[in-house]
């Protein structure tokens, strides 16, 4: 069996020219609604003073953890993890409870506010364009990218390549790769000048919140069980009851067979 | 359920969306005055019979029309290459041609919404026929024999009462233009407009009269050092040259632009010069004069290629870095070491001549510096190359009659009074002033394909009034824009990705445009509305192409190859080895890079560049300039939903201290004012640029409102440019405009 290996977007801010080709491409790909995106630009922006200028822009979408607080967060398994990287999610078994967007440390998820429960795929977010990766292209952001800030590949080769521009150009770069380990590592590696704080990425750590949320989420559902024993006892104890209590009172008026009546 | 009103169309979503016909016209009106096609055209198959069929023989598409055929794009004169994705015979997507050396396998967001422009529910689908008042907006339906019977009917009459040169005929950069020139001569009118007057004129002529051709071609793999001037390549995206800059960058390339505002490109340079306005040409000078004062020119490069250096060097002693300083805001020292790290760079050195430098009247002076301080450190073959023309004599072309005598002074005073300015180029704005003056005569009729003077004319104010001294105006677009709106007839075009235009060279490869899907409505190509137009003209023998496909047979007819093998391939291999740069041929007097030009020392001109003091806004007024987005361009993009949907709100841009001081804050309602005009915008206080200028976004304050996603939107610069000539390039001076700016 050949050894599936793990794909990975690699974003190197001081290449974007926030000319938002990326955006237009994804939208036409998917096609997302007019007023839906996938993909926004994060951060910043301008900053200093004039004539002291610096100018940051980040293409913003979903970073394919390797440990998905969204997958662990979702209560009715909508979201997987593939092997080959990519996060994706059934919109059919979508029941639009938005924990996915509270879950997501990188508030990446959102909801479309415009559909009911009857419409189904509440959530939208990006897929890695499983439709392309299958057979062999490229995400359509990457494809189209003209200053090839965005790239796309086997996370071993871009780790690496990261790695090797960071040494190569320390002055250039911050010395750090965002998505390397953050939140147990990501499928979306990111190489900056600026604080990544200032492109709209958080500061959060190596250890997967899904791990904290887990250990939360283990309490959860014997607790979620437990009150819904007692629940249910309650309410069969009160459904006995009540039965019992119009039985008693239709022997009482006249005794006839009865009937089944269902609830 | 859609109603029998108004014309149907795909959207994105495959579903019909109605949209009424432009304006309020209400179908009682419709159908009162309406022709022979009133009612719904319903496009609801999307099975495009010939097309389709062609690609599925071709094996470009499967059994069931899906697949990638390639084309090129359209979405500004670039002319990537593309290939199309096509599902169910619609197009689904757009991806770069790998094997098309302008895009490499890249769109920029222009190229990837571009089937929205063929999908826009705003396409202009039948002829139409004004039936209200010129700019009310009120049109009926007709059918093509009678739009262009009518429009020939009209061409017609004006030529037997006033003369051909009665009809003016203008058009912009684009694949069928031959075919249009070839419209307009056999009709024998010798007034040709383009929009080359309000963009680049400057560096075509300084190109012109320094090396001998319009603009040589640049290479950007080996350079180590590049001086931008007035070309924001990261906002202004050619592809294939915005790929190159970016990837010069990453080796680590110097870059310096200069630029009044911190343009996305100054944002990637190594170093960003804030420079005031219309100074550039000081700045260019300066340079000039420490690498001949330093002798940090190439002594080989001068002797071998150059003319007219000891004349140069005499005249530049008085531009010092310091001169230069109190002019240009950019410090003596600043200067004096730019020009050191340029030379030290050569050959790896580039000045780019940019394109939109024709923004003063001593911006021919600028263009002409930064020609002659490439040659001075002897790039010639590093950084620039003879550019590969898009004329070739390898490819055939249909027969045709000699062209009529003109005898007729042209109206734009070319070469009258604009003697270096090419004849298929001219000097639009003052043909539009020449209509107002009704001098050296009157024209009574405008022809007009793929333009929009309405929004890319300076001072809006005089190009409606020049509509107005129209008996006939006629125009091309698949939209209806602001100047389709005030004229009589508008004639729709098909798409780029629904039709054919004539082969395009580049490189030793001449690629197709081709139709990726059967053409909506009764939209046609241009080549067929020519050919039907000059056959209703009695000009017939000008047209002898049966169709797009024959006329393309017959320019393939030479190389022996068939339409559908370059059909499904995108392109044919030319014969030959390519362009040769070996041996650098310079089409001047002198055949070499004319330092000194003896063509305008004959014209009486500055024969080499001398400083011209630009006028400079009078106090409490501000520059006005303009500038691209990556999001649109020109004028005819805004109304694209895509790109609509990822543009920023188009707001006047001031320094956020001088908002300040006038009271202003972001997001207030300002009114802009200059000489020539006003209008409403609100504000966008800023750090990015110089605090005595503002900028806007060109393209918005559309006037059409048959353009329902970009009307209202913004305002537009043409209300307020005022129109100053620039005397030897015929280039408008688009930045010579000060405006002042209030709060309503």
Redesign the interface.
């Known amino acids: 069996m050949p050894e599936i290996k793990d794909k990975t977007f690699l974003f190197d801010a001081t290449r974007c020219i926030d000319c938002r080709a990326c955006m237009v491409a994804c939208s036409v790909e998917n096609k997302i609604p007019m007023n839906k995106t996938r993909i926004w630009v994060a951060g910043v922006g301008l900053k200093g003073e004039y004539p002291n200028l610096e100018r940051t822009s980040m293409v913003y979408h979903c970073m394919h953890c390797n440990e998905p607080d969204c997958l662990s967060a979702c209560p009715v398994g909508a979201y997987s993890k593939r092997a080959d990287g990519p996060v994706i999610y059934d919109s059919k078994k979508c029941i639009g409870c938005r924990y996915c967007m509270n879950a997501c440390p990188f508030g990446v998820p959102h909801f479309d506010y415009d559909k009911g429960l009857i419409d189904g795929a509440f959530i939208d977010k990006c897929t890695m364009c499983t439709q392309r990766i299958d057979i062999g292209l490229k995400p359509a952001c990457v494809a189209t990218c003209p200053t090839d800030a965005l790239m796309f590949g086997e996370r071993d080769e871009l780790l690496n390549y990261a790695h090797n521009r960071l040494v190569a150009q320390p002055v250039r770069y911050l010395n750090h790769v965002y998505g390397e380990n953050e939140n147990g590592g990501t499928s979306y590696l990111i190489l900056s000048h600026a604080p990544f704080g200032e492109l709209g990425l958080p500061a959060v750590p190596s250890r997967p919140v899904k791990e904290v949320s887990e250990e939360v989420m283990g309490f959860t559902i014997p607790f979620a069980l437990g009150w819904g024993a007692v629940l249910t006892s309650l309410a069969a104890g009160v459904h006995i009851y009540n039965q019992k209590k119009e039985a008693d009172a239709k022997k009482l008026e006249a005794p006839e067979p009865q009937t089944e009546e269902t609830k | 359920m859609p109603s029998m009103r108004g014309v149907f169309l795909p959207r994105?979503?495959g579903n019909y969306l109605e949209i009424v016909m432009p304006s309020t016209i209400s179908r009682r009106d419709f159908l009162k005055v309406g022709g022979a096609t009133v009612g719904a055209v319903l496009i609801g198959q999307f099975i495009p019979p010939q097309v389709a069929e062609a690609a599925r023989v071709n094996g470009l598409l499967d059994a069931t029309n899906s697949g990638y055929i390639p084309s090129m794009c359209e979405m500004c004169v670039w002319r990537c290459g593309l290939l199309a994705k096509v599902d169910g015979g619609r197009v689904?997507?757009?991806?770069?041609n790998p094997e098309h050396p302008h895009s490499n396998?890249?769109?920029?967001?222009r190229?990837?919404?571009g089937?929205?422009n063929t999908y826009d529910p705003d396409r202009v689908l039948t002829p139409l026929i004004r039936v209200g008042k010129r700019g009310e907006g009120l049109f009926r339906k007709a059918a093509w024999e009678e739009a262009l019977d009518l429009v020939a009917q009209n061409m017609l009459d004006i030529q037997q009462k006033y003369g051909p040169e009665a009809m003016l005929f203008s058009t912009t950069h684009c694949l069928s233009q031959f075919q249009f020139e070839n419209l307009l001569n056999a009709y024998g009118s010798p007034n040709y407009g383009t929009q080359r007057s309000l963009c680049f004129n400057a560096m075509i002529v300084a190109n012109l009269v320094t090396y001998g051709m319009e603009e040589p071609a640049r290479k950007y793999d080996d350079l180590k050092y590049i001086i931008l001037t007035g070309r924001n390549l990261?906002?202004a995206?050619s592809?294939s040259e915005?790929?190159a800059l970016?990837?010069a960058?990453?080796r680590?390339v110097k870059v310096v632009t200069l630029d009044p505002r911190?343009t996305?490109?100054a944002?990637?340079s190594s170093e960003?010069l804030?420079i005031r306005p219309g100074t550039d040409l000081a700045f260019h000078l300066a340079l000039i004069n420490v690498i001949i004062s330093e002798r940090l020119y190439s002594f080989r490069s001068v002797n071998n290629n150059t003319s007219g250096f000891d004349k140069l060097a005499s005249a530049m002693p008085q531009y010092t870095p310091e001169w230069a300083a109190a002019i240009t805001d950019i410090p003596a020292d600043n200067i004096r070491r730019i020009a050191r790290e340029f030379a030290h760079a050569a050959p790896y050195a580039l000045a780019h001549n940019g394109w939109r430098t024709s923004n003063f009247v001593n911006s021919f002076q600028t263009e002409r510096a930064i020609a002659i301080l490439n040659a001075l450190v002897g790039n010639w073959g590093v950084a620039m190359f003879p550019a590969s023309g898009e004329e070739s004599g390898v490819l055939g072309a249909p027969p045709q009659p000699a062209y009529p005598r003109v005898s007729a002074q042209r109206l734009d005073g070319v070469p009258w009074k604009y003697p270096f300015v090419p004849l298929k180029i001219g000097v639009f704005q003052e043909m539009r002033e020449a209509v107002l003056s009704g001098t050296p005569y009157q024209a009574h009729g405008w022809f007009i394909s793929r333009q929009n003077p309405a929004m890319s004319l300076p001072d809006r104010g005089r190009t409606l009034e020049a509509f107005g001294k129209m008996d006939f105006i006629a125009t091309i677009d698949i939209l209806m824009n602001d100047t389709a709106w005030f004229s009589d007839v508008v004639l729709p075009e098909a798409s780029y990705l629904e039709r054919y235009d004539p082969l395009n060279i580049v490189g030793s490869k001449a690629f197709i445009r081709q139709p990726v899907i059967e053409a909506q409505g009764e939209g046609k190509s241009s080549l067929w509305i020519y050919k039907e137009l000059g056959t209703r003209l009695g000009l017939g023998d000008f047209f002898q192409y049966a169709d797009e496909e024959d006329y393309l047979k017959q320019q393939l007819a030479p190389l022996g190859v068939s339409l559908d093998q370059v059909r499904q391939k995108g392109y044919v291999e030319l014969p030959g080895e390519g362009p040769d740069f070996s041996e650098p041929a310079w089409n001047t007097p002198s055949s070499k890079i004319e330092l000194f030009s003896t063509t305008l020392d004959q014209g009486g001109f500055a024969a080499v560049p001398q400083w011209e003091e630009p006028p400079a806004p009078p106090a409490g007024q501000f520059y006005l300039l303009t500038g691209k987005v990556?999001?649109s361009t020109q004028f005819g993009t805004q109304n694209n939903?895509?790109?609509h949907?990822?543009s920023d709100e188009p707001r006047l841009w001031m320094?956020?201290?001088t908002a300040q001081t006038l009271g202003l804050a972001d997001y207030d309602l300002v009114e802009v004012a200059s000489s020539a005009g006003s209008i409403h915008i609100k504000l966008e206080a800023?750090?990015?640029?110089?605090?005595d200028c503002v900028y806007l976004t060109p393209g918005y304050g559309h006037l059409s409102k048959g353009l329902t996603t970009a009307y209202g939107i913004g305002a537009s610069d043409s209300d307020l440019h005022v129109t100053y000539t620039d005397p030897i390039s015929g280039g408008q001076a688009l930045s010579q405009t000060f405006v002042t700016v209030k709060k309503i």
Not at chain 2, 92 to 96: D, M, Y
Not at chain 2, 686 to 691: D, G, N, S
């Open positions: 994105m979503d689904v997507k757009l991806e770069g396998g890249k769109l920029c967001p190229g990837q919404s089937l929205m990261m906002e995206i592809t915005t790929s970016s990837q960058i990453d680590g911190f996305k490109t944002a990637k960003w804030a990556a999001q939903q895509l790109l949907k990822y320094n956020v201290k800023t750090q990015a640029i110089r605090p």
